[in-house]
């Protein structure tokens, strides 16, 4: 390999895994009139990081996991994956919604294998792998049942490994746990830093919970009441890995970061309360 590829190679190996530079994003309405979204915004997410976007309902944070995951064409701005810049879908990410997309009619093991059989996997390989992974989110025994046979944080577990088994290297993930009770996000939050410690993926997670943001994340991202949302702070969670959340909630820093992103955050919370309806994606 010549310097210059190997240069090449190098500089692309560290370029952050997403990379939103200058995206604003800008939605037509009815009779012509517009809504303004996102302002410009500039974020970053290393290769293995975790990163969370907490802010108001309507702020943009699902917009901006939208843009990293090719769904959205910024109105001004780029995305660049691992320093390419991204044209139509970003097939390297993966994409859990806080909805779950399991098709009723077939088992949790082809729910899991379908994502391989469609990219050309032999079937039984897709089931074998499928089974692998229902094991390894704790669903080994419940893999010939149906979706409606399933709990609401078991259903959760199998979309997991359905989006896991492609090995993606980026992992999108909006307000995934939202509709669990307490005890089964603690849970949930628990069975993902265990997969994400095995292989650590770079991670946006949107959530509306701060507690589970700063769990959870490596730096948690606050964004601004819209409309023109953009990103007004930027905090590192220095707290040790492994993390059990549960225990983790106890510890005196943990208090002490949630007292000072708190500080920012709820005047943004009350001002987006104040606006009333608002127009945007959450």
Same mark, same amino acid.
């Given at each position: 390999?010549?310097?210059?590829?190997?240069?090449?190679?190098?500089?692309?190996?560290?370029?952050?895994?997403?990379?939103?530079?200058?995206?604003?994003?800008?939605?037509?309405?009815?009779?012509?009139?517009? %809504?303004?979204?996102?302002?410009?915004?500039?974020?970053?997410v290393a290769a293995g990081e975790f990163v969370a976007i907490v802010g108001p309902?309507?702020?943009?944070?699902?917009?901006?996991?939208?843009?990293?995951?090719?769904?959205?064409?910024?109105?001004?701005?780029?995305?660049?994956?691992?320093?390419?810049?991204?044209?139509?879908?970003?097939?390297?990410?993966? %994409?859990?919604?806080?909805?779950?997309?399991?098709?009723?009619?077939?088992?949790?093991?082809?729910?899991?294998?379908?994502?391989?059989?469609?990219?050309?996997?032999?079937?039984?390989?897709?089931?074998?792998?499928?089974?692998?992974?229902?094991?390894?989110?704790?669903?080994?025994?419940?893999?010939?049942?149906?979706?409606?046979?399933?709990?609401?944080?078991?259903?959760?577990?199998?979309?997991?490994?359905?989006?896991?088994?492609?090995?993606?290297?980026?992992?999108?993930?909006?307000?995934?746990?939202?509709?669990?009770?307490?005890?089964?996000?603690?849970?949930?939050?628990?069975?993902?830093?265990?997969?994400?410690?095995?292989?650590?993926?770079?991670?946006?997670?949107?959530?509306?919970?701060?507690?589970e943001a700063i769990a959870l994340a490596d730096r948690v991202v606050i964004m601004?009441?819209?409309?023109?949302?953009?990103?007004?702070?930027? %905090?590192?969670?220095?707290?040790t890995r492994p993390r059990d959340i549960s225990e983790i909630k106890l510890e005196?820093?943990?208090?002490?970061?949630?007292?000072?992103?708190?500080?920012?955050?709820?005047?943004?919370?009350?001002?987006? %309360?104040?606006?009333?309806?608002?127009?945007?994606?959450?």
């Open positions: 390999m010549s310097s210059a590829m190997a240069a090449t190679g190098t500089a692309a190996s560290q370029a952050p895994a997403v990379e939103l530079d200058g995206v604003s994003i800008t939605f037509k309405l009815a009779k012509g009139s517009t %809504y303004a979204a996102v302002a410009e915004t500039k974020l970053d309902t309507g702020c943009g944070k699902s917009t901006l996991l939208n843009v990293a995951a090719g769904l959205i064409k910024p109105s001004t701005g780029h995305a660049r994956i691992f320093g390419a810049r991204l044209a139509g879908l970003n097939i390297q990410a993966g %994409y859990l919604f806080q909805q779950d997309s399991l098709m009723p009619w077939k088992t949790a093991i082809d729910n899991v294998a379908v994502a391989l059989e469609i990219a050309g996997t032999s079937r039984d390989e897709a089931l074998q792998r499928a089974q692998a992974w229902l094991g390894r989110v704790g669903l080994g025994a419940f893999s010939h049942r149906h979706p409606h046979m399933l709990s609401g944080g078991q259903r959760k577990r199998v979309g997991l490994a359905q989006v896991l088994i492609r090995n993606p290297r980026i992992l999108l993930m909006d307000e995934p746990f939202g509709p669990l009770d307490a005890q089964t996000r603690l849970i949930m939050g628990d069975l993902l830093l265990k997969l994400w410690q095995d292989d650590r993926k770079a991670v946006m997670f949107v959530t509306h919970d701060l507690e601004s009441a819209g409309p023109a949302a953009s990103i007004i702070g930027d %905090y590192p969670i220095n707290l005196p820093e943990f208090h002490r970061i949630h007292r000072e992103i708190w500080t920012a955050l709820k005047a943004e919370v009350l001002k987006g %309360y104040s606006q009333g309806d608002m127009v945007g994606a959450g």
